[in-house]
């Protein structure tokens, strides 16, 4: 009895079916890969951009578009520091083999020292009095002659000249004593001129009150605190997610911050510095208090172990309530989880 053969496979020798297997494998493997290949740039580039987002970088944005898993970052940074912190951001993403880094750094104004500012609000002269004000009226009754003291009472209320032409005494009553004199003259003024005499300094002194020029001390307190802004600009110390232990890419700020506290170690010691730790508004509120107590302390630990004076710091956390941006945006809340460094006034 004859044995019934396939169709397909009687008609084809054995080797074009290895050669056919063999061309079908790499095609198969084609197809998989490439219909994998869209669901793993669409996911690297979700986590990317939220690891951006969570440092504080939304101006970087990253494109896998046929890229596989080769990232290329784009932007607009403020200094090189933040474009390199920005490119070690997106290499941590796990799953991410290569990192193109495409971000422009924009040129950054110097900042204005804070000794001329200070300067530029110091007047360089005292106002010009206006014409005509009580007090130069009350000196000229002063230099005028002892002879009438009711007309010179007369002449230093600027008031109501007519009134007090048709009150004056006529020359008859100038014998008359003159504390008799002076206190006709006094009820014929509509207004007394010695209260005049005492009201118009105090009113002039309060339009026009003296600015003092900051000390040598001051001077030195504000110098130093406008380094730790400068260091900090454009900068976020960054922590592991709801904990409070420093990330590797934050050290190197860090012992920067910790150089200028040593350096200004006289302006600090009589006042001290005050580290303090913020978060946004999501989450518990007991739970924010708590999360950024902790990481104002770890960062006060992180700089004694590093030789800074552990007397001249104070750590403090504040939680949500003193926010620096809206919170109703990722941009906001970003700015708003941040650690300060302030130089306490006295």
Known sequence: MEKNSSCCCGGLPAMWWWLLTLL???????????????????????????????????????????????????????????????????????????????????????????????SMQMPDAAPASPPATPVEQTAQTAQASPQNPAE???????????????????????AAPPAEQTAQAAQASPQNPVEQTAQ?????????????????????????????????????????????????????????????IANCR?????????????????GNDAYNQKLSTQRADAVKGYLVKKGVDSALINSAGFGESQPIASNDTEAGRSQNRRITFDINPE
């Open 266 to 282: 006289d302006v600090i010691a009589g006042r001290g510095i005050q580290v303090s730790g913020h978060t946004d508004n999501v």
């Open 152 to 174: 010179q009472t007369a002449q230093a209320s600027p008031q109501n000249p007519a009134e007090q032409t048709a009150q004056a005494p006529a020359p008859a009553e100038q």
């Open 24 to 118: 079908g494998l790499p095609l198969l493997f084609f197809l998989m890969t490439g219909s994998r290949q869209g669901a793993v740039e669409s996911d690297l580039t979700t986590r990317s951009t939220a690891a951006l987002k969570a440092a504080g970088m939304d101006w970087a944005t990253v494109n896998l578009d046929q890229r596989g898993r080769d990232v290329l970052l784009n932007g607009m940074a403020a200094s090189k520091q933040e474009s390199d912190a920005a490119l070690k951001v997106v290499q941590g993403v796990y799953g991410v083999r290569e990192v193109q880094n495409k971000v422009e750094v924009a040129t950054a104004k110097a900042p204005e020292p804070a000794s001329a500012a200070a």
């Open 200 to 260: 118009a300094p105090a009113g002039q002194t309060a339009q026009a009150p003296a600015e003092a020029e900051p000390t040598q001390e001051q001077q030195a307190v504000m110098n130093c605190q406008q380094q730790l802004n400068d260091a900090m600009t454009g900068k976020t110390i960054l922590f592991e997610t709801n904990k409070s232990a420093i990330k590797r890419d934050s050290l190197a700020l860090l012992d920067s911050l910790g150089g200028i």
